[in-house]
């Protein structure tokens, strides 16, 4: 059981900061502030889109760091073994990397109340929008695009709050926020009724866009892009294959090519492998405070570069050094070409939020894309007993990738499986973009996070022997049953809904 005066101590610290507990997650869109027409519709879903990337102020205090991305990345990746940390610090980060997890820490905070936020956002929108007696088909597409955040959203809360499905349908999952009526009081739906809410969500959001924005916003693409998500994470292996077919067989989508792929996170919105993402322009470079790219990489001025890519995965990427991926993996070396070091450990940036533009700290954020669904559907066909398909979509990515002399071709390597060999190609693949953790524990495997680095929370490199790795130092190997594998609920629900039960 974790600290239950981890609660209390951050109870009283609330306490004393006499913040504000509003009942009611969300002030930006109210049916005073919308109209009947399509531009009032079309103003609240945009300025829903919005909340994903602002710092909106959080109980009475503005902060560079809070925003929904900053803080899905990190909550995610930083927890894994992808991704090292290099000293520690107060930023709530470092609690990611640790595993120190507290009611109070503010990225958790934060991302619970903006998820809330655009949940509640979108309720107002589609509650309005189905008032009208014959929707246009442009209406039709607005209310489907916020069914798809809505989904969206409350999925990311399962899985950053709540056990994995395949772990544990029945536990605690997160609040659902169906209606902009809601009774502030509300318990928590179980993990299996929060994914049946999410999938409905998406399948009806599905039916109603048909009429497509760009990849800026919600298509009817990114929907089933969400539902491959969603049923693969249940192990519903046919219609994940199912959802992901659909999305390549649509005819909309191309894989990037070797010598597209390293300026694809760059070029987000015009590269023809995004299904989704979320747009970012000059004006939402926020540069050294606050941006997503702050954290991995620094040309000098332009961030923090703080945290770099871990051994393990840099270890897996040498086996083949003519791979494009590893383009996004930067080492900074002096004059004669030696790797400079940060407290022991080697600096390598990450660099695939940084390039918009030229711009160092900018990218649009890429939430869905076609790699992943070659990447689902070979995942649920490796787990059906259809290696074979399993293996070949894994080689439509791989072709890509500058690895055409080092294809599967229907074998599965020595001292592997399938399924394994699926699960490398999509660390590979999807590293630093949200998705390792998740794999790791729904799969029920447990996370090697075997180096010197600061996740070894209160130890300093002089404390450890490397030579001697692995040995059992806390938070070194994460089992997939930890309570550490998720975060507390914030103390603000806590506090502010009698019916919110705390995870242990």
Request: net charge negative.
């Amino acid at each position: 059981m974790k600290h239950k005066l981890l609660l209390i101590s951050g109870l009283f610290a609330l306490s004393l900061a006499g913040c504000k507990l509003d009942s009611n997650p969300t002030d930006s869109v109210t049916t005073a502030s919308l109209t009947s027409t399509s531009d009032g519709l079309l103003n609240a879903v945009n300025g829903a889109y919005s909340l994903f990337k602002d710092h909106v102020a959080f109980n009475g205090t503005s902060d560079d760091n809070n925003m929904y991305l900053r803080q899905y990345y990190q909550m995610s990746d930083f927890a894994g073994d992808d991704i090292v940390c290099a000293q520690v610090t107060t930023d709530p980060l470092f609690l990611s990397f640790s595993l120190e997890h507290s009611p109070a820490q503010t990225n958790a905070r934060y991302f619970w109340f903006i998820s809330y936020k655009i949940i509640n956002d979108c309720n107002t929108v589609i509650e309005l929008g189905e008032k009208q007696a014959n929707p246009s088909v442009a209406t039709q597409q607005l209310i489907g695009e916020c069914y798809f955040l809505r989904a969206f959203c409350h999925f990311n809360l399962a899985r950053l709050f709540a056990k994995p499905y395949t772990v544990d349908p029945s536990a605690p999952g997160v609040i659902l926020r169906t209606s902009s009526t809601d009774n502030p009081q509300k318990a928590r739906a179980t993990v299996k009724e929060v994914y049946e809410s999410v999938t409905a969500d998406a399948t009806k959001a599905a039916t109603l866009m048909n009429q497509s924005r760009g990849v800026n916003y919600a298509t009817k693409e990114a929907a089933w892009a969400l539902l491959s998500r969603v049923a693969l994470y249940q192990e519903d292996n046919d219609n994940a294959i199912s959802w992901a077919t659909k999305v390549i067989s649509s005819g909309k989508f191309t894989e990037s090519s070797a010598t597209a792929f390293p300026t694809l996170f760059a070029n987000a919105a015009s590269n023809p492998e995004t299904i989704f993402c979320i747009a970012f322009t000059t004006l939402d470079d926020y540069g050294k405070f606050g941006s997503i790219a702050s954290q991995l990489y620094s040309n000098g001025n332009s961030g923090w570069g703080e945290e770099y890519a871990s051994v393990p995965l840099r270890t897996l990427y040498a086996q083949h050094p003519e791979d494009v991926r590893t383009s996004y993996i930067v080492p900074l070396k002096d004059s004669t070409g030696t790797i400079q070091q940060k407290n022991g450990i080697d600096i390598y940036y990450i660099t695939k939020f940084s390039g918009q533009g030229g711009s160092p700290t900018l990218s649009s954020p890429v939430m869905f894309r076609l790699s992943e669904m070659y990447l689902n559907r070979a995942e649920a066909e490796a787990k059906l007993g259809q290696t074979g398909a399993a293996l070949a979509d894994v080689d439509m990515i791989r072709k890509n990738r500058g690895l055409e002399n080092f294809l599967y071709n229907g074998a599965v390597p020595n001292n592997s499986t399938g399924l394994n060999t699926v699960l490398q190609e999509r660390r590979l693949e999807l590293a630093f973009e949200g998705h390792r953790t998740y794999d790791v524990y729904r799969n029920k495997q447990n996370m090697d996070r075997t180096y010197w680095g600061y996740h070894l929370a209160g130890l300093k490199e002089t404390d450890i022997d490397l030579s001697t790795l692995p040995v059992n130092y806390a938070n070194m190997i994460i089992p997939y049953t930890s309570t550490k594998i998720i975060y507390y609920l914030p103390v603000d629900e806590i506090l502010s809904n009698s019916l919110a039960t705390q995870n242990p």
